[in-house]
């Protein structure tokens, strides 16, 4: 089982940056599908960025250009550096790992084997 903590959430003016980290144990996180997701009360949890467990990264058309995810497998925590935020970026932001053996994704909820406890992202203009 891979345990997962987030931290670096916070409130932040628009056009203001923030750096979400994602510190795993449990798995090396080289061996990981590593992804973010983000919700908001009311809806589905939605795919923000992931990195695949040879290097593979992948963002969402929505934070392109604006937010990158990157690994440090020394460190095995996964970041998120996010730029230029917006209003509409405003949700409770979650780390997810899954166990890959190869070429697996993680951009759905359901690919997850594990999950952060979430931290909260509040943009305000």
């Known amino acids: 089982q891979v345990h997962l903590v987030e931290s670096g959430g916070g409130s932040v003016q628009a056009g203001g940056s923030l750096t979400l980290s994602c510190a795993a144990s449990?798995?090396?996180?080289?061996?990981?599908?590593m992804a973010w997701f983000r919700q908001v009360p009311g809806s589905v949890r939605a795919w923000v960025a992931s990195v695949r467990r040879f290097g593979t990264l992948g963002v969402a058309d929505s934070v392109k250009g604006r937010f990158t995810i990157s690994r440090d497998a020394a460190k095995n925590t996964l970041y998120l550096q996010m730029n230029n935020l917006k209003p509409e970026d405003t949700a409770m932001y979650y780390c997810?790992?899954?166990?890959?053996?190869?070429?697996?994704?993680?951009?759905?909820?359901?690919?997850?084997?594990?999950w952060g406890q979430g931290t909260q992202v509040t943009v305000y203009s």
């Open positions: 997810a790992a899954r166990i890959s053996r190869a070429f697996e994704t993680c951009t759905a909820p359901d690919d997850a084997d594990s």
């Open positions: 449990g798995y090396p996180s080289s061996s990981l599908c």
